[in-house]
């Protein structure tokens, strides 16, 4: 039986693609798709008697990146070799860093960042025997395009405690990244790849129990999956008195199983050793203040500042500050109200009934800020009901140069008001048109109103203001 | 690890690399070695050793740690595309190309 007392214990290792032009250490160009091979050079294809030479765009990204995480930036930062051998990988050694990484430690959220270093991707490999191309004939075709793409690998602390929060976390991570231009952050086509060190403990315990890897889950709800299928396994496993054995696993949506890649023992012997064909970085005063200034506001500071000044509920703001664009037109849209409608009510408008509206037509295009801003409080101050306000801006979205005033005015769809009678007419005929309603709500079923609310609605064309009706309904009957 | 005033830990012992890490060393670089070479491998491993533990013993105090003999930082290169070579030449020297990619004994196999 699984032991669901037991905590879980959840790190991430993510790699990112950078989007440079070129290589990390040669000007070979990069590319997604292209022919095999038609990218390379000696540098990269490690033909003996060559030098790398770092790509100091790839220097800025990273300098972006760890300022983004709040990293603390390494006044010099050196390169290392990690030795292995695989075919992707021509050098028999990766550049990388070791114990000086340009970024140090950070902090996005709550979960503490524990570096980012650079290094260069591996080439593309595909085993023939699984292609099906020539089956069974234990060989492999390696493909360097990819060989020497800049990578950033950030390395998180074990700061996660779910599957679910693992996921939410490296979404955050997508977007901050997304938000700087420094990456495509594509998981399918690999630009974003993410490893999960997971384990478990007793709930209360500082100690981490034994860690298994899950490797390059390639969606964020395979991550979740892939971690949560992990966890049950080592519960289970522990629940039944078993050990975790520390291994590198591959999670398969399809089946939901996960199989042990290689052994860990023999991976991890890295030798890390100094670079000794690259000299140190030390990035000048004029590279930092440069990447410090490229920074955009990133989405966990605009979700706080939503919260903090605006008033916005979580996740509300997050939703905004998730797409930078749809923010600033909110932010336009808010200063436009002014004193109109809450800036809450605004972000509801925005994230929902304008997306409603956009999405409902390909032609439709996002009204002026001012113009949606008109509309937002004509509704908040009751002139149009909310229902027509929807009608309006159907209206708004379909034609650019369309004025709120006018097509209230033009549609018939100023709000009735309570005072000339009208709508306590209209009111009066729904409830005696309909008497079996009006006794349910007499007898105290509240949802009955539904019913009468509804005649009330279609007979106004959607004029009325809800609140308004109940109100009415409610002191006709008595109540 | 202890260390008096002047920056010396206690006396050292001579490390000796044994057989069987020349044996570990050798499958994870991928090399065969005979007996006669582990041997021979072994003992120079080892007196490569002896040389750092002479420096060890050196006063090293205030001398900072170097990772590189030539005194230069930041040797970068703009992000300019150059070109790259041909396929062809590319995979001349590949012993077995196969529709433009260099095919090579399957790792897995290698693994094993």
Same mark, same amino acid.
């Given at each position: 039986?699984?032991?669901?007392?037991?905590?879980?214990?959840?790190?991430?290792?993510i790699?990112?693609?950078?989007?440079?032009?070129?290589?990390?250490?040669? =000007?070979?160009?990069?590319s997604?798709?292209?022919?095999?091979?038609?990218?390379?050079?000696?540098?990269?294809?490690?033909?003996?008697? !060559?030098?790398?030479?770092?790509?100091?765009?790839?220097?800025? #990204?990273?300098?972006?990146?760890?300022?983004?995480?709040?990293?603390?930036?390494?006044?010099?930062?050196?390169?290392?070799?990690?030795? #292995?051998?695989?075919p992707?990988?021509?050098?028999?050694?990766?550049?990388?860093?070791? $114990?000086?990484?340009?970024?140090?430690?950070?902090?996005?959220?709550?979960?503490?960042? *524990?570096?980012?270093?650079?290094?260069?991707d591996? %080439?593309?490999?595909?085993?023939?025997?699984?292609?099906?191309?020539?089956?069974?004939?234990? %060989?492999?075709?390696?493909?360097?395009?990819?060989?020497? *793409?800049?990578?950033?690998?950030?390395?998180?602390?074990?700061?996660?405690?779910? %599957?679910?929060?693992a996921?939410?976390?490296? @979404?955050?991570? @997508?977007?901050?990244?997304?938000?700087?231009?420094?990456?495509? !952050?594509?998981?399918?086509?690999?630009?974003?790849? !993410?490893?999960?060190?997971?384990? !478990?403990?007793?709930?209360?315990?500082? /100690?981490?129990?034994?860690?298994?890897?899950?490797?390059?889950?390639?969606?964020?709800r395979?991550?979740?999956?892939?971690?949560?299928?992990?966890?049950?396994?080592?519960?289970?496993?522990? =629940?039944?008195? =078993?050990?975790?054995?520390?291994?590198?696993?591959?999670? $398969?949506?399809?089946?939901?199983?996960l199989?042990?890649?290689?052994?860990?023992?023999?991976?991890?012997?890295?030798?890390?050793?100094?670079?000794? $064909?690259?000299?140190?970085?030390?990035?000048?005063?004029?590279?930092l203040?440069?990447?410090? $200034?490229?920074?955009?506001?990133?989405?966990?500071?605009?979700?706080?500042?939503?919260?903090?000044e605006?008033?916005?509920?979580?996740?509300?703001?997050?939703?905004?500050?998730?797409?930078?664009?749809?923010?600033?037109?909110?932010?336009?849209?808010?200063?436009?109200?002014?004193?109109?409608?809450?800036?809450?009510?605004? %972000?509801?408008?925005?994230?929902?009934?304008?997306?409603?509206?956009?999405?409902?037509?390909?032609?439709?295009?996002?009204?002026?800020?001012?113009?949606?801003?008109?509309?937002?409080?004509?509704?908040?101050?009751?002139?149009?009901?909310?229902a027509?306000?929807?009608?309006?801006?159907?209206?708004?979205?379909?034609?650019?140069?369309?004025?709120?005033?006018?097509?209230?005015?033009? /549609?018939?769809?100023a709000?009735?008001?309570?005072?000339?009678?009208?709508?306590?007419?209209?009111?009066?005929?729904?409830?005696?048109?309909?008497?079996?309603?009006?006794?349910?709500?007499?007898?105290?079923?509240?949802?009955?109103? =539904?019913?009468?609310?509804?005649?009330?609605?279609?007979?106004?064309?959607?004029?009325?203001?809800?609140?308004?009706?109940? @109100?009415?309904? @409610?002191?006709?009957?008595?109540? | 690890?202890?260390? +008096?005033?002047?920056?010396?830990?206690?006396?050292?012992?001579?490390?000796v690399? +044994? &057989?069987?890490?020349?044996?570990?060393?050798?499958?994870?670089?991928?090399?065969?070695?005979? +007996?006669?070479?582990?041997?021979?491998?072994?003992?120079?491993?080892?007196?490569?050793?002896?040389?750092?533990?002479?420096? &060890?013993?050196?006063d090293?105090?205030?001398?900072?740690?170097?990772?590189?003999?030539?005194h230069?930082?930041?040797?970068?290169r703009?992000?300019?595309?150059?070109?790259?070579?041909?396929?062809?030449?590319a995979?001349?020297?590949?012993?077995?190309?196969?529709?433009?990619?260099?095919?090579?004994?399957?790792?897995?196999?290698?693994?094993?």
């Amino acid at each position: 039986m699984p032991d669901t007392a037991l905590e879980a214990v959840i790190g991430l290792e993510i790699h990112v693609q950078l989007s440079t032009r070129t290589k990390m250490f040669c =000007g070979c160009e990069l590319s997604f798709g292209d022919d095999p091979n038609v990218h390379t050079c000696p540098i990269c294809l490690a033909h003996p008697g !060559v030098l790398p030479v770092p790509n100091e765009e790839a220097i800025r #990204y990273a300098l972006k990146i760890g300022m983004a995480l709040g990293c603390e930036i390494a006044p010099r930062s050196i390169f290392h070799r990690k030795n #292995y051998f695989y075919p992707d990988n021509p050098k028999a050694y990766q550049i990388s860093q070791y $114990d000086i990484p340009i970024c140090g430690a950070g902090k996005l959220g709550d979960i503490r960042i *524990t570096r980012a270093h650079l290094e260069e991707d591996a %080439a593309k490999s595909i085993h023939l025997g699984d292609s099906g191309r020539i089956h069974g004939s234990g %060989a492999s075709l390696v493909d360097f395009n990819r060989g020497g *793409t800049p990578l950033v690998e950030i390395v998180t602390e074990p700061d996660l405690r779910g %599957a679910a929060e693992a996921a939410e976390w490296a @979404r955050l991570l @997508r977007e901050t990244v997304r938000q700087l231009g420094v990456s495509d !952050v594509n998981m399918e086509e690999g630009s974003l790849r !993410v490893d999960a060190n997971v384990s !478990v403990r007793p709930a209360g315990s500082t /100690e981490l129990g034994t860690k298994t890897e899950l490797k390059n889950m390639n969606s964020f709800r395979f991550l979740q999956r892939g971690i949560e299928a992990e966890l049950e396994r080592q519960r289970e496993l522990l =629940g039944a008195g =078993g050990t975790v054995e520390q291994e590198t696993l591959h999670f $398969d949506p399809a089946s939901g199983e996960l199989t042990s890649l290689r052994s860990k023992e023999e991976a991890h012997d890295y030798r890390y050793f100094p670079e000794p $064909d690259l000299v140190a970085i030390a990035p000048t005063e004029a590279l930092l203040a440069e990447a410090r $200034d490229s920074l955009p506001e990133l989405p966990a500071a605009r979700t706080a500042r939503y919260e903090a000044e605006l008033g916005l509920d979580e996740a509300q703001a997050r939703l905004l500050a998730g797409d930078p664009e749809q923010a600033g037109y909110f932010e336009a849209v808010v200063a436009a109200v002014g004193e109109g409608a809450e800036p809450r009510v605004v %972000a509801n408008w925005v994230t929902g009934e304008l997306t409603a509206a956009l999405r409902a037509s390909e032609d439709a295009e996002r009204p002026e800020p001012g113009v949606l801003a008109d509309l937002i409080g004509a509704v908040a101050s009751k002139q149009v009901s909310h229902a027509g306000g929807k009608q309006v801006l159907a209206i708004l979205v379909a034609d650019r140069d369309a004025d709120v005033a006018e097509v209230v005015e033009r /549609e018939g769809l100023a709000q009735m008001g309570g005072d000339d009678g009208e709508l306590a007419g209209i009111v009066a005929a729904a409830i005696a048109g309909d008497p079996a309603a009006a006794e349910q709500i007499r007898s105290g079923n509240g949802k009955a109103i =539904g019913a009468i609310v509804g005649a009330v609605m279609r007979e106004t064309g959607g004029r009325a203001d809800g609140g308004e009706v109940n @109100r009415l309904i @409610r002191e006709q009957l008595g109540l | 690890m202890a260390v +008096d005033a002047a920056g010396r830990g206690p006396p050292r012992i001579v490390p000796v690399i +044994d &057989r069987e890490q020349v044996l570990h060393v050798a499958r994870l670089s991928r090399l065969r070695l005979d +007996d006669d070479e582990v041997e021979t491998m072994a003992g120079e491993l080892s007196g490569i050793l002896e040389h750092v533990d002479r420096i &060890r013993g050196l006063d090293l105090e205030g001398v900072e740690p170097t990772s590189h003999v030539v005194h230069l930082e930041n040797v970068l290169r703009a992000d300019v595309p150059w070109q790259s070579m041909p396929p062809a030449v590319a995979l001349a020297a590949a012993p077995e190309p196969f529709d433009g990619a260099f095919r090579v004994p399957s790792p897995q196999a290698d693994a094993d």
